[in-house]
């Protein structure tokens, strides 16, 4: 809960509905909070979706007068249960939520600036809910906790109950009324790195079709996996029947059994070994669908035929994730530095986020090579910095030269 009351939000015409907020409980921050605990206290309803839920989800998220978002959010829990889904959307956060990221005044790093969001919890939670606004849509942020100058904690709101084109807040999943969130712009932070419907809504189907051919493989393998055995006995009498077939059952997968003489025992295999590829193949058509959907190419994904196809879907990928690092810095600089300076935070007008630029070894002692050979003297400082090395400049007793220092006896 919020332990100051400096900072105030002004809520206004029909914002509020449901609280009283007048006078100078108006700008009163903590009655606003308080509010905004009651809105997230809410149950999240589990069961399987299907194709039906989806269709039904979708009606609601574009009914133009009245859109409800919380169905398609419903459905969008559910899929990410996938672990293709999974893996391929933790991918691609994680390629942009794993830079580290800086304050910089005029293009030059803020040490001091920095702190504020260096190895912060509320900070790292910030970009990554951000950043899932490209599958789910939209992100809704509540600073919890703070104090002047200091943010403690961050919550994501339930996206079932906000209504990002109307730019509505809803009281509850079946109310018609809530909070203009676009009027608060300190302790709500709203993200939108995609349109407001997300990626998921083009992944579900594929999703929901691959559970399908899971279930259908599942059956497949009870009925054919494992060979079927078929008793045949001489006695009509049931009692016998039965205890045969308990027998039978008690086998389960051991070797051999023991019948009463007269008891014929017939296992029949299945002939078809290769049907399982009609699920398989599906699956994996589903997969590289869900590939190309959010990460725009496969490669990265599933094993590459050769060196050149892998490299030219890795650049695909880097154009996405460059295209999700310009969002992130847009979304951090427009809504978040605003807040954090009507929240206390002492940031001057000309600092803004970015990310540090790292190079990458490998590749920069090939071009430091090149600038050494013509003749250019690197710093000492230059290469701790970028190889992370202690570098003792004073030439060592019996330290090898450059060969091509080496002046030829033979030539005068």
Do not use: C
């Not at 996938?82 to 830079?99: A, Q, V």
């Not at 990221?101 to 900070?123: M, R, S």
């Not at 039965?242 to 008891?263: D, K």
């Amino acid at each position: 809960m919020s332990k100051t009351k400096a900072n105030t939000v002004n809520l206004s015409g029909n914002a509020v509905k449901k609280v009283s907020l007048s006078g100078n409980t108006a700008k009163d921050i903590k009655k606003v909070t308080n509010l905004m605990v009651d809105v997230v206290r809410r149950q999240r309803r589990l069961w399987r979706k299907e194709i039906k839920d989806w269709q039904a989800a979708r009606f609601a998220l574009y009914h133009s007068e009245t859109p409800r978002t919380y169905p398609m959010q419903e459905v969008y829990d559910d899929i990410m249960l996938d672990g293709h889904l999974t893996g391929i959307t933790g991918n691609r956060t994680l390629r942009t939520t794993n830079k580290d990221y800086i304050f910089t005044i005029d293009g030059v790093k803020d040490d001091k600036l920095t702190e504020f969001i260096k190895d912060q919890e509320w900070f790292e939670t910030l970009i990554e809910k951000a950043h899932e606004s490209v599958y789910r849509g939209y992100s809704l942020l509540w600073v919890e906790e703070y104090e002047k100058g200091e943010i403690k904690k961050l919550q994501l709101i339930p996206r079932g109950l906000v209504i990002p084109e109307k730019k509505v807040l809803l009281y509850s999943f079946d109310s018609d009324t809530g909070i203009d969130f676009s009027e608060i712009d300190d302790i709500l932070l709203y993200a939108q790195f995609y349109d407001h419907i997300g990626l998921l809504e083009k992944a579900a189907v594929y999703t929901i079709l691959k559970r399908h051919s899971w279930g259908s493989w599942d059956e497949f393998e009870e009925l054919f996996g494992i060979p079927i055995r078929i008793a045949k006995i001489a006695s009509q009498s049931e009692t016998v029947k039965n205890e045969v077939a308990g027998w039978l059952e008690e086998m389960g997968s051991a070797p051999y059994g023991v019948f009463p003489i007269g008891t014929e025992v017939d296992i029949k295999e299945n002939s078809k070994s290769d049907a399982f590829n009609v699920f398989y193949k599906k699956i994996e058509a589903l997969d590289k669908e869900l590939s190309k959907l959010v990460l725009h190419q496969t490669m990265t994904t599933e094993n590459g035929s050769s060196k050149a196809q892998g490299t030219v879907h890795e650049n695909t990928l880097e154009e996405v994730i460059y295209a999700d690092e310009k969002k992130m810095l847009a979304f951090l600089n427009k809504r978040l530095v605003p807040a954090m300076r009507k929240l206390g935070y002492n940031i001057p007008e000309n600092a803004k986020i970015s990310v540090e630029k790292t190079t990458d070894p490998n590749k920069q002692i090939n071009i430091d090579g090149v600038l050494m050979k013509n003749g250019y003297v690197l710093s000492k400082q230059y290469v701790e910095e970028t190889y992370g090395v202690e570098v003792d400049a004073t030439p060592q007793p019996g330290a090898k030269k450059d060969p091509e220092d080496e002046e030829d006896p033979g030539k005068d």
